[in-house]
Structure formats: C-alpha cells, structure tokens
C-alpha cells in the first residue's frame, strides 16, 4: 500500500524558513516523480517544485525560484522541501505527490497535479508579514 506523509509545517514570520518532509513507502521509491504542490483558500492546486528521483532532475515554479529547494534522501525513502525568505503568499496547505506511472515526465507536466497517482495528506505552511 502506498503511503506518502508529510510532516515540518507550521507558523513563521515573513523571512523565516521551513522544511518539509514527506516519507514514502509502498513502491520503489527510486524510480518515480515526486512533487510538492500547494493549495491555499479558495485557489488552485499549484506545483511548486518536482524531482525525478532516480536522476535528479528538478523542476521549480518561478514563483519559488531561489527560494526553495527540494532534495530527498533515497536511503530513507524521503523528499525534502526547504522553504526560505518566506512570504505571506507561501501560505497554504503542502501536499507531496508521487507518479509512478510516468505521466509527469517531458512535456512540461510535472506542475500538473493529475500526473500524480499518490498524495499525502497534507501539512499547513502559515506565514504571516
């Protein structure tokens, strides 16, 4: 059974830094696309960062260029998201997603939440000015 869980949210000021973790088992980790997404109150589900885990290759929104950064840790089956110089506009519920059928690789997809067969529940970032 594939299980993501996120965990490292919580309430900053402006400026301060978060990170996020999501760990994940039920599947081989290392061959998949993994991707954090954000939905704040009344929006859309937005990407803000994706990495290929058995490559490396990453993908940010320009939104959070800079910023952000995602990692992971294979060996313990774990995506990161540091999150720094945090804005009020961060604020939103996280979620970690993984594609294990490949439909996020190539033609910029990984943004697309419905690339995303598997979803954590969720961890809220709140940030205030």
């Known amino acids: 059974q594939v299980q993501l869980v996120e965990s490292g949210g919580g309430s900053v000021q402006a400026g301060g830094s978060l990170r996020l973790a999501c760990a994940a088992s039920?599947?081989?980790?290392?061959?998949?696309?993994m991707g954090w997404f954000r939905q704040a109150p009344k929006k859309e589900r937005e990407g803000v960062a994706a990495?290929?885990?058995?490559?490396?290759?990453?993908y940010y929104a320009d939104s959070v260029k800079g910023r952000f950064t995602i990692s992971q840790d294979n060996a313990k089956n774990t995506l990161y998201l540091q999150m720094n110089s945090l804005k009020p506009d961060d604020t939103a519920m996280y979620y970690c997603?993984?594609?294990?059928?490949?439909?996020?690789?190539?033609?910029?997809?990984?943004?697309?939440?419905?690339?995303?067969?598997?979803w954590g529940q969720g961890t809220q970032v709140t940030v205030s000015s």
């Open positions: 997603a993984a594609d294990t059928d490949g439909r996020s690789l190539g033609g910029g997809r990984w943004s697309d939440q419905y690339a995303y067969n598997y």
């Open positions: 039920g599947y081989t980790y290392s061959s998949v696309s």
């Open positions: 990495i290929w885990t058995g490559g490396g290759t990453i």
